[in-house]
């Protein structure tokens, strides 16, 4: 007996847009989501960008960052007070901050007014993760926890979806629906924005290099949903001296948003010191990228309509 393979593929089919993804698939050419978090539109011609350092380390550094970040132009302060390790070790340097790190993002957000982008791991910091963020990050090894999918799309808040580094742009936009289900059920659109942050290949160009920036998929998302989509160039390409290249790279490629580490003291960060950029890393990246953004008819700057 033939045996009807009804899966074939693991990228998207006409059916899978039509039937698995209702509510991120675009309904027409030009649909696009925009919506406003912490005052700041994502979806428009602004093209936000999020920074800040890996790990929210002390009071005393994310307002330092924050304030250097909002001088040179940057729209969202990121920083993770929960999160993942890939070993269970903890080092001496390297300590989650939980809630002290979410008081001292709130402490930077009131200095400089940044609206803040943090990453939430389990269903039970939910709650107080909500109190203190504008938009909650899922991380790349929780794309597919559809039960912290569900939570977090159930408190109507901006998320920020990151791609699994080894998900295709299937799993990717049906782990993206479970969000919008939810914030359908209340009655709202979609407010998600999708991250590529890289991808496992088999070849990353250098042996510090862990992942790969998949800046195809920046055109192939857009081409099926209406979610902005964004890149995140420091996590992909784990190497400092190619980030700004990937930035410039992904304003021109249509990215609607950019989110990257900048760190006090790069060299010295508690984790990823080799890919954090510097405050004055991140101003020439982002005087760089504004004549790009231009060029497409974008923009980096607030009040700005080029
Ligand atoms: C981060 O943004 O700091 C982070 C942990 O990212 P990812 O989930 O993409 O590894
Ligand atoms: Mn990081």
């Known amino acids: 007996m033939a045996v009807e393979n009804?899966?074939?593929?693991?990228?998207?089919?006409?059916?899978?847009?039509?039937?698995?993804?209702?509510?991120?698939?675009?309904?027409?050419?030009?649909?696009?989501?925009?919506?406003?978090?912490?005052?700041?539109?994502?979806?428009?011609?602004?093209?936000?960008?999020?920074?800040?350092?890996?790990?929210?380390?002390?009071?005393?550094?994310?307002?330092?960052?924050?304030?250097?970040?909002?001088?040179?132009?940057?729209?969202?302060?990121?920083?993770?007070?929960?999160?993942?390790?890939?070993?269970?070790?903890?080092?001496?340097?390297?300590?989650?901050?939980?809630?002290?790190?979410?008081k001292w993002l709130t402490v930077a957000k009131q200095e400089t007014g940044l609206p803040i982008v943090t990453e939430v791991?389990?269903?039970?910091?939910?709650?107080?993760?909500?109190?203190?963020?504008?938009?909650?990050?899922?991380?790349?090894?929780?794309?597919?926890?559809?039960?912290?999918?569900?939570?977090?799309?159930?408190?109507?808040?901006p998320v920020m979806l990151k791609r699994g580094y080894g998900s295709s742009l299937r799993d990717w936009l049906m782990a993206a629906e479970y969000i919008a289900l939810e914030h359908d059920r209340l009655g709202m659109e979609p407010q998600i924005v999708l991250c590529e942050r890289g991808v496992v290949v088999p070849h990353t160009h250098r042996a510090t290099s862990r992942f790969l920036l998949d800046l195809q998929v920046v055109p192939a998302a857009q081409e099926v949903t209406h979610l902005p989509v964004m890149t995140d160039p420091s996590h992909a390409t784990f190497w400092q001296p190619w980030v700004k290249s990937m930035m410039l790279a992904s304003v021109a490629a249509g990215a609607d948003a950019l989110m990257l580490e900048v760190h006090p003291d790069p060299r010295n960060a508690a984790v990823d010191p080799l890919q954090a950029s510097s405050f004055a890393e991140f101003d020439g990246m982002m005087k760089a990228m504004r004549p790009i953004a231009t060029a497409i008819g974008r923009t980096l700057d607030m009040g700005s309509n080029s």
Do not use: W
């Not at 080092?91 to 790190?101: L, M, N, V």
């Not at 709650?127 to 408190?155: C, F, S, W």
């Open 6 to 102: 009804k899966f074939p593929g693991k990228d998207l089919t006409e059916d899978d847009i039509a039937g698995k993804i209702p509510l991120v698939a675009k309904k027409s050419a030009d649909h696009r989501t925009v919506f406003t978090c912490g005052g700041i539109e994502i979806g428009g011609p602004l093209i936000p960008v999020m920074a800040g350092p890996n790990t929210v380390e002390n009071e005393e550094m994310i307002v330092e960052s924050a304030k250097a970040i909002k001088a040179a132009g940057g729209h969202f302060l990121r920083g993770g007070a929960f999160k993942p390790l890939s070993f269970p070790y903890r080092s001496p340097k390297f300590f989650e901050s939980r809630e002290d790190g979410l």
């Open 121 to 157: 791991m389990e269903i039970d910091k939910i709650e107080i993760v909500a109190k203190h963020a504008d938009m909650l990050q899922i991380g790349t090894r929780n794309m597919q926890n559809y039960p912290l999918l569900t939570e977090v799309g159930k408190t109507g808040m």
